[in-house]
C-alpha cells in the first residue's frame, strides 16, 4: 500500500511508530490519539497514505467511516460515552496537523467532570501513556 516516508500515520501502520493499536481490517488502522481531548479519543486512518479528504480514495474512506462506527460503538459500550464526535480536519485552516486522512472518534460525556474537555479549535496536550494504553486495551 502507498505510503510516505516522512509521514507518522505511515510509521504507525508500519510498525515503526509505536501506537496503541485498537482495531485493523485491510485498509483501515484505528488507534488511540497520544493528545486526547476526552477519555477514549481515538483516530482511524486508511492503510494507503492520503493526505486528506479530497485524496482519499472512496473505498478507503468507506472503510475508514465504518471502523469509525464500530470504535464509537466500543466507546458507548465500553467506556459509557453518552454522545460521539467523528472529526476530520482537512487542510490547515481546518486544523489539519497530520497530512493522513484521518477521522477523530472523540466520546463525548454528559456530567463527568475531567472525562470531557472538547472546544472547537481545541488545545491538545500530551495524555498519560500509561492511561492511553489502558483504554485502549478496553476499546481492543
Not at 45 to 56: I, M, N
Not at 87 to 107: D, K, M, R, Y
Amino acid at each position: 500500500m502507498p505510503s510516505e516516508p516522512n509521514c507518522v500515520f505511515c510509521g504507525i501502520i508500519a510498525g515503526e511508530i509505536p501506537s496503541t493499536t485498537i482495531a485493523q481490517r485491510e485498509t483501515a488502522i484505528a488507534f488511540m490519539d497520544i493528545n486526547p481531548v476526552t477519555h477514549g479519543h481515538a483516530l482511524v486512518v486508511p492503510r494507503s497514505h492520503a493526505t486528506d479528504l479530497f485524496d482519499v480514495t472512496a473505498e478507503d474512506l468507506a472503510a475508514c467511516v465504518h471502523l469509525a462506527q464500530e470504535v464509537a460503538g466500543r466507546a458507548k459500550e465500553r467506556l459509557g460515552a453518552d454522545g460521539v464526535n467523528l472529526l476530520n480536519c482537512t487542510g490547515e485552516a481546518a486544523w489539519q496537523s497530520v497530512f493522513h486522512f484521518h477521522i477523530h472518534v472523540i466520546p463525548r460525556y454528559e456530567n463527568q467532570p475531567g472525562k470531557d474537555a472538547i472546544g472547537l479549535p481545541w488545545v491538545s496536550a500530551p495524555g498519560n501513556p500509561d492511561e492511553i494504553e489502558r483504554i485502549g486495551n478496553l476499546l481492543s
